[in-house]
């Protein structure tokens, strides 16, 4: 008898809603901090500043850092030039 009432039990599950405007303020932190890091590897992969591609690394920091990491691979930038001689 008592496992028919724990069964007739209604389970409530609470999730926490995301709406579109937490979603935002989410989203646009993170697109701050992967912008700041793709200006960093901009700047190191080109050895100073260059416009198109710091541009691109804020506008699109997504495309940028997979389309170096794919091109270039992803710690050639960050080795030190001594490790190649």
Do not use: W
Request: aromatic share 12%.
């Amino acid at each position: 008898m008592n496992s028919n009432k724990k069964d007739n039990k209604k389970t409530i599950e609470k999730f926490v809603k995301i709406n579109e405007k937490n979603f935002l303020k989410i989203y646009a932190v993170i697109h701050l901090i992967l912008a700041m890091f793709a200006v960093g590897v901009s700047i190191k992969c080109e050895n100073g500043f260059e416009l198109v591609p710091v541009t691109t690394a804020i506008l699109c920091p997504h495309f940028f850092l997979i389309f170096t990491a794919a091109t270039r691979g992803i710690g050639s930038c960050f080795l030190s030039q001594d490790t190649y001689e």
